[in-house]
C-alpha cells in the first residue's frame, strides 16, 4: 500500500513563503515524476509544478519564478518551495507521485490528501 502524507500549508500573508512537503510511505518498485496539483472551489485541479527523477522541471505560468520543486530520492520525498505568496495563491495543495509498485509493469498516480494554503492579511 502506497501512501503519500504532505505537511506545511497554513495561514501567511501576502508577499510571506511557505513550504511544502510530501513523503511516500509503503513497499514500491520505484517513483518516476514527482508533482504539485492545487484546487480552489469550484475550479479543476491545476498542475503547479512537476519534476522528473532526472531533476527536470515545468511550473505553471502564474508561478514561476516564485515556487521551486525539489525532491530528495532517498527519502521518496518531493518539496514545494512558495516565495512571493499572493491571495490567489490561497488554494488546497496535492502532492502526487507516478509510483511502480511491485506487482505492476507501469507506475500509476498515488495522491496526498491535501493541505490548505491561504495567503491573506
Known amino acids: 500500500q502506497v501512501q503519500l502524507v504532505e505537511s506545511g500549508g497554513g495561514l501567511v500573508q501576502p508577499g510571506g513563503s511557505l513550504r511544502l512537503s510530501c513523503a511516500a510511505s509503503?513497499?514500491?518498485?520505484?517513483?518516476?515524476?514527482m508533482g504539485w496539483y492545487r484546487q480552489t472551489p469550484g475550479k479543476q485541479r491545476e498542475l503547479v509544478a512537476i519534476?522528473?527523477?532526472?531533476?527536470?522541471?515545468n511550473y505553471a505560468d502564474s508561478v514561476k519564478g516564485r515556487f521551486t520543486i525539489s525532491r530528495d530520492n532517498a527519502k521518496n520525498a518531493v518539496y514545494l518551495q512558495m516565495n512571493s505568496l499572493k491571495p490567489e495563491d490561497t488554494a488546497v495543495y496535492y502532492c502526487?507521485?507516478?509510483?511502480?509498485?511491485?506487482?505492476?509493469?507501469?507506475?500509476?498516480?498515488?495522491w496526498g490528501q491535501g493541505t490548505h494554503v491561504t495567503v491573506s492579511s
Open positions: 502526487n507521485m507516478r509510483v511502480r509498485t511491485w506487482s505492476a509493469l507501469v507506475g500509476n498516480d498515488y
Open positions: 509503503g513497499s514500491f518498485f520505484s517513483i518516476s515524476a
Open positions: 519534476i522528473t527523477n532526472s531533476g527536470g522541471t
